[in-house]
């Protein structure tokens, strides 16, 4: 098993290299030239209409609309994370990848910030706003400080670190909100917006305690903590979390619930408290329960199976390994969701596919939101195989009583 998946990851890193880590993305719509060309398709709701048509198709006609292929930081985050591991396992073909992705986020900064901070390669609408390409925003700063902590940890860069405390400032000074005594977060998708986003507040509260660590400064730890008690607080009965609080955010889907278990068990970490873990528990017992099938495929949402979607497949196969001390059962079901991507996702050319919907199969490669979570994910279950003892062929007991079927 490990050598096969070796020889795949090592396939997967020669085909994002072949294409200098840059892809298209599922919402890079608005950076068609064609936008500049036909005003009248530049407002909100052509801008809706335009994304969610791209994103849809089941054919790529991205050049038809002159969209051209980026690298995203957020995908360098990725694969920054992915190359350190494998550079740990000496699993590699000598290249220093890790000094490549780094020296790339410090290209693609938000400009005109004064903190180390990063946004996506691409503008985007929301119901209600324009976010500008590249403007910083929480989640994709949070991801790229959390792959510029771990370079330091195993590298010992120093920028790195001062990258990840800047980071640090901007969500502490520019996006850290309260109001009265309880309630607190974090501004996504822009500074003074003030959504109530648990995954938002839980990935910003992991990374201002991981620097926290770093820096034994309380003006990280406690707006961190105060953040994470109020989105722990939203837990649901059953252990899971709506993706936000607004009437039309009210879904509870695969990878959002993973990043909310990840940081939990982070913050539990780094900030070194117990406080978490009953909801981490929950959350991990409603995740298990809620989004697998027994033959490995992964649900998108909770309550129906599809799409069935690459970011999701890999977010499950990264929480299920961080949390396999609380479920014995969660290194072998990884592996069955592994083995289903193969079997269904897998280009023998070296890339993942986009979804796997109920009646066909959408093959475009996208690198962000695809290949870049994929070869994270491939990294962290190959570590997996490398530390943990082999397990038996069939699922555990209690790993079949927790996976519902769809």
């Not at 890999?314 to 969701?337: C, K, M, Y």
Request: net charge positive; glycine share 4%.
């Amino acid at each position: 098993m490990n050598n096969d998946i070796r020889s795949i990851v090592l396939k997967h890193l020669a085909y994002c290299r072949a294409n200098e880590w840059a892809g298209i993305d599922p919402y890079d719509a608005l950076n068609s030239k064609l936008l500049a060309k036909l005003p009248f398709l530049d407002s909100r709701l052509p801008r809706l209409a335009f994304t969610q048509a791209l994103k849809r198709s089941p054919i790529n006609i991205r050049r038809l609309l002159l969209i051209g292929k980026t690298q995203n930081p957020k995908a360098l985050a990725c694969f920054l994370s992915g190359s350190l591991k494998l550079a740990s396992l000496h699993t590699s073909d000598g290249e220093d990848y890790a000094a490549y992705m780094i020296e790339r986020l410090v290209a693609l900064r938000s400009k005109d910030v004064p903190y180390w901070c990063w946004g996506y390669s691409f503008p985007w609408q929301t119901r209600t706003m324009l976010v500008p390409k590249f403007s910083p925003n929480l989640v994709c700063t949070s991801f790229v400080a959390g792959a510029l902590l771990d370079a330091y940890e195993q590298r010992r860069d120093s920028r790195c670190l001062t990258m990840a405390v800047s980071a640090a400032e901007y969500i502490v000074n520019d996006l850290y909100w309260t109001e009265g005594k309880s309630c607190a977060g974090f501004a996504y998708p822009l500074p003074g917006w003030r959504q109530r986003i648990p995954n938002a507040n839980f990935l910003a509260a992991a990374l201002l305690s991981r620097v926290y660590q770093h820096t034994g400064d309380r003006k990280y730890l406690d707006p961190a903590l105060t953040a994470a008690r109020y989105s722990a607080a939203q837990q649901r009965a059953d252990g899971g979390w709506d993706y936000g609080e607004a009437p039309s955010q009210r879904w509870i889907d695969n990878f959002h619930t993973g990043y909310n278990l990840c940081a939990l068990r982070d913050i539990g970490r780094h900030a070194e408290t117990t406080e978490f873990e009953a909801s981490l528990q929950r959350g991990l017992d409603f995740y298990r329960a809620n989004f697998f099938r027994e033959d490995g495929a992964v649900k998108y949402f909770h309550d129906r199976t599809y799409p069935i979607d690459p970011h999701c497949v890999s977010q499950s196969i990264i929480t299920l390994l961080a949390l396999r001390d609380l479920e014995p059962g969660n290194v072998q079901l990884a592996h069955s969701v592994f083995q289903w991507a193969m079997a269904n996702l897998w280009d023998e050319r070296g890339f993942f596919y986009y979804r796997r919907l109920r009646f066909f199969t959408i093959r475009t490669s996208y690198m962000r939101w695809t290949q870049a979570w994929m070869f994270l994910a491939l990294a962290t279950i190959l570590e997996s195989t490398s530390t943990d003892p082999p397990e038996s062929p069939h699922r555990t007991a209690s790993a079949n009583a927790s996976a519902k079927v769809s």
